[in-house]
């Protein structure tokens, strides 16, 4: 199936990657994380938790659908809370994906799958540069893990409904 990536606001426009479905295996095993990118995606994930805890935020979950339910009803398999489900996805070194090579993609996640892909330098720098949109761009990214696809509804709308609910 076609990549498709997807912009988070304006300001990081196509900064998020994501793929529609492909196998998990058959390629080399990911990469951990440079110290550097690893602090990035930990400043990034405690304050993507912390709205994660608001009921306004989690609110968010109920705003998109996946197989004719809601993202909060795919959470509710997990028997955890939205920030707790967050702390229980793997952030990997993406620097090997296609899409980590365009220069202008932070983030990839597979929709339906419990990982996240950072790429290099891209979301270290989002992240140093404007923290609260690195955290949106996290949540974002939980929402395809959860089954969310895109187009419809597209990045933008994703993004700027997590920025409208969890600020």
């Known amino acids: 199936m076609s990549p498709g990536i997807r912009a988070s606001r304006?300001?990081?426009?196509?900064?998020?990657?994501?793929?529609?479905?492909?196998?998990?295996?058959?390629?080399?095993?990911p990469l951990k994380l440079t110290r550097w990118d690893a602090?990035?995606?930990?400043?990034?994930?405690?304050?993507?938790?912390?709205?994660?805890e608001d009921a306004r935020c989690q609110s968010v979950l109920d705003d998109f659908e996946t197989g004719?339910?809601?993202?909060?009803?795919?959470?509710?398999?997990w028997g955890t809370t939205p920030a707790d489900y967050l702390r229980l996805i793997p952030f990997l070194d993406g620097s090997r994906h296609p899409l980590c090579?365009?220069?202008?993609?932070?983030l990839v996640t597979e929709v339906g799958v419990r990982?996240?892909?950072v790429c290099g330098r891209a979301f270290s720098a989002q992240q140093l540069?404007?923290?609260?949109?690195?955290e949106s761009m996290v949540i974002h990214e939980l929402l395809h893990t959860l089954g969310l696809g895109e187009n419809p509804p597209s990045s933008i709308e994703?993004?700027?409904?997590?920025?409208?609910r969890c600020r």
């Open 115 to 117: 990982r996240i892909f």
């Open 68 to 77: 004719g339910r809601t993202l909060r009803s795919a959470l509710a398999e």
């Open 10 to 29: 304006t300001l990081a426009v196509l900064a998020l990657g994501t793929l529609a479905a492909t196998p998990a295996s058959g390629g080399p095993a």
């Open 129 to 134: 540069r404007q923290p609260g949109v690195a």
């Open 101 to 106: 090579r365009k220069d202008n993609v932070a």
């Open 158 to 164: 994703i993004t700027q409904r997590v920025e409208a």
């Open 39 to 52: 602090s990035a995606v930990e400043r990034a994930v405690a304050g993507a938790a912390r709205r994660l």
